[in-house]
């Protein structure tokens, strides 16, 4: 196997570890929003146990943070990978430097998540 066949191999793998690192971050946003949408409908039901209801909202939000971060650094390794790899094939398909970024971010929908938790908490407690 010769370098050009090894570097489109290794290539080929980092373009699937990235595509399979977007994926799963992608179905666990698409399971926290299921998630939250349940604790929301738990604490609009029973008044009660509304307290335990959003301490269970920040402490699944705040691993979703930690989650989407760990995500978030694979992606990049992969595709710092592929950066490195495609000139040695002539090859470009990952993302196009300075493209522009989405105004809304999963880490933004956790984050505000988190907070609107916090504060249910906080006044339940109070």
Known sequence: MDEFEKANAALIHAREYSKAQSDLRARHFHFFLIAVSAI???ILGKAESMRYLALAGVVYSG????????????????????????PLIDSQLSPVPGAPLTTI??????????????????????
């Open 40 to 42: 929301v409908a738990g």
């Open 63 to 86: 691993a979703s943070i930690l989650l989407d971060y760990r995500y978030k650094q694979l992606i990049d390794h992969a595709t710092q990978e592929c950066s490195r790899l495609e």
């Open 105 to 126: 971010t999963y880490r933004l929908v956790y984050c505000s998540v988190l907070f609107v938790f916090l504060v249910l908490t906080i006044l339940r407690i109070g």
